[in-house]
C-alpha cells in the first residue's frame, strides 16, 4: 500500500502535535431554561449477569448489568454521569457514541483523559441539545470491554409537545433495544430468545434499534408497514413507508422505526433467526397471530435513496479540505516498526498521520475499502453527511450517519463541518479492527 497520501488538507504525524489543553474543553454546567440536571452514577465492575433464559455470562458490566442503565434525559438537560470503576483491571471510560459531546467529555483515553483505573472515578457533564437515539460504551480496551457488556443506550427526548409524527394520541410503545452477541447469542435489550409486548392497535410504536456488536445485523420488520423515522439518532427528511425490506444495521449505527400498530401481531426479526428479536402482539387478547411471513429473501433498503430529497446546511462541494483514507490490511509502519495491521493509508494507529481542520471548514473524506472484509467507519464529534457510494450520489433525503459501513470494495464520499473544536477520534467500528491500527485523529488547528 505505500505512501497513500491525504488529499488537500495538511497532515503532520501525531508525535509533533503540540501540548495542548483538550481537558479544558469541558461541558456546559447549567441546563437550559425548563430543564433538570440528570444525575447517574455508574459503577465498572465484573459481574455474573443471568440472561432471560437463565444462562450466565461472565461480563462487564457498568452496575452489575447488561446493558447499563438506560439514560434518558429531554432536550437542554444536564447530563451529569459519574464513572467509577470497581475492578476492570484494564481502566474504563465513558464515550457517547454519536453525541456531538465537547471535546473533554468524549471518553478518548490518551486523547480527553486518563482512563478510570479501579478505585478511581471521572465526571462526564454535557448538555443535552440532541434529540435522538444514541448509545455509550467504554473507549479504553474498547475491545474486549464492549464486547464483554460495557456499553447501554443514551436516549434524548424532544422538548416542545409531541413529536409530529406522532399519530392518534394514544398510548405509544417507544422502546430502545441495544442488540449485543455474547458468545455467539444475540441479546435484544437483557433478553436472549424473543421479547414479547403488547400495543394497542392504532397507536405509534417506535422501535429504537442501536447495534453494539462489531459486525453488522440484518433486520427485518414483518406484518407491517413502516417507515425508518430516523438513522443514527437524526431524523430523515419526510421518509416513505416501506414494507416487505430488510435493513443492514452496520456496527454501532442505530435505525428508529416507526408504525402504527395493526390489529394483528408483528415481529422485528434479527439475522433471519426467528426466535430473536421482539414480537408485538395487539394488547386486545384476541390471538391472531403468528402470521409472519419469511423474511430471508426480502430485498435491502437502500437508505441513499430514501427520503425526501432537501438541500443540506452547507455546500459539500465547496469543501476546504479533501482527505482520503485508503482501508486495507497491510504489513505496516506501527509505532515505528513494520507490524501486520489494519491499516489506514497503509499505516497503522499511533502511525497514522493527524487530519488538521480549521473551525468552520468543510471537510470532505472518501473513504476507499481496498480489503475483503467490512469496515463501519466511525466519526466522533460530528455527524457526517453522505454523498455517494461507488460514485453514485445520494438522491434521497439528506443522511447523516456518525457511522457508516464501508463494505468490501466501495467508495464512500461524506462531507462534515467543522464545529465542535478538539482532537477527535476516525476509527473502523468493528473493535478489533480498531485495537489493531484502524484508528486515526482528526485535529482542529
Ligand atoms: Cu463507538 Cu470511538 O466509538
Ligand atoms: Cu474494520
Redesign the pocket.
Known amino acids: 500500500v505505500g505512501s497513500e497520501v491525504t488529499g488537500g488538507g495538511a497532515a503532520r504525524s501525531s508525535g509533533s502535535r503540540p501540548a495542548r489543553s483538550v481537558a479544558e474543553l469541558r461541558g456546559s454546567g447549567s441546563p437550559s431554561s425548563g430543564g433538570t440536571t440528570r444525575r447517574h452514577v455508574l459503577t465498572a465492575k465484573t459481574a455474573a449477569v443471568r440472561l432471560a433464559s437463565g444462562r450466565e455470562i461472565d461480563a462487564w458490566t457498568y452496575n452489575g448489568r447488561v446493558p447499563g442503565p438506560e439514560i434518558t434525559a429531554t432536550e437542554g438537560d444536564v447530563i451529569e454521569v459519574t464513572l467509577r470503576n470497581s475492578d476492570i483491571e484494564d481502566g474504563v471510560t465513558l464515550?457517547w457514541?454519536?453525541y456531538d459531546v465537547p471535546c473533554g467529555e468524549d471518553g478518548?483515553p490518551g486523547v480527553t483523559q486518563r482512563p478510570v483505573a479501579p478505585g478511581e472515578e471521572f465526571v462526564y457533564r454535557f448538555r443535552a441539545d440532541q434529540v435522538g437515539t444514541y448509545?455509550y460504551?467504554t473507549?479504553e480496551a474498547?475491545d474486549p470491554g464492549?464486547r464483554k457488556g460495557l456499553y447501554g443506550t443514551l436516549v434524548v427526548a424532544p422538548r416542545e409537545g409531541r413529536r409530529p409524527d406522532e399519530g392518534s394520541g394514544r398510548q405509544q410503545v417507544d422502546a430502545t433495544l441495544p442488540v449485543h452477541t455474547f458468545d455467539g447469542t444475540v441479546v435484544v435489550g437483557d433478553q436472549d430468545g424473543r421479547t414479547v409486548r403488547t400495543a394497542a392497535p392504532g397507536t405509534e410504536v417506535r422501535l429504537r434499534l442501536v447495534n453494539t456488536d462489531s459486525g453488522a445485523h440484518r433486520l427485518a420488520l414483518a406484518g407491517t408497514s413502516f417507515r425508518v423515522a430516523a438513522v443514527d439518532g437524526r431524523g430523515l427528511h419526510h421518509p416513505e413507508q416501506v414494507r416487505d425490506v430488510s435493513l443492514r444495521l452496520p456496527a454501532?449505527g442505530r435505525y428508529d422505526l416507526v408504525f402504527v400498530m395493526p390489529d394483528a401481531d408483528v415481529a422485528l426479526v434479527i439475522d433471519n433467526d426467528r426466535d430473536t428479536g421482539v414480537w408485538l402482539r395487539p394488547d386486545d387478547g384476541a390471538e391472531r397471530g403468528p402470521r409472519i411471513e419469511d423474511t430471508s429473501q426480502w430485498p435491502e433498503l437502500d437508505l441513499l435513496r430514501y427520503g425526501t430529497p432537501a438541500r443540506p446546511p452547507f455546500d459539500p462541494d465547496a469543501a476546504d479540505r479533501h482527505f482520503t483514507l485508503v482501508l486495507d490490511r497491510a504489513v505496516a509502519m506501527v509505532d515505528g516498526r513494520p507490524a501486520y495491521a489494519q491499516a489506514v493509508n497503509g499505516r497503522g494507529h499511533p502511525s497514522v498521520p493527524d487530519l488538521l481542520v480549521a473551525e468552520g471548514d468543510i471537510v470532505r473524506f472518501t473513504v476507499v475499502n481496498r480489503s475483503l472484509e467490512s469496515h463501519p467507519w466511525?466519526l466522533?464529534g460530528h455527524p457526517v453527511l453522505v454523498l455517494s457510494r461507488d460514485g453514485t450520489r445520494s438522491s434521497g433525503g439528506p443522511l447523516w450517519m456518525d457511522?457508516f459501513e464501508v463494505r468490501a470494495g466501495e467508495v464512500w464520499e461524506v462531507a462534515f463541518k467543522a464545529a465542535n473544536p478538539g482532537i477527535w477520534?476516525n476509527?473502523c467500528?468493528d473493535l478489533p479492527h480498531?485495537e489493531q491500527g484502524m484508528m486515526l485523529l482528526v485535529s482542529y488547528d
Open positions: 464515550h457514541h454519536g478518548v448509545w460504551h473507549h474498547s464492549v454501532g466511525h466522533h457511522t477520534m476509527h467500528h480498531a
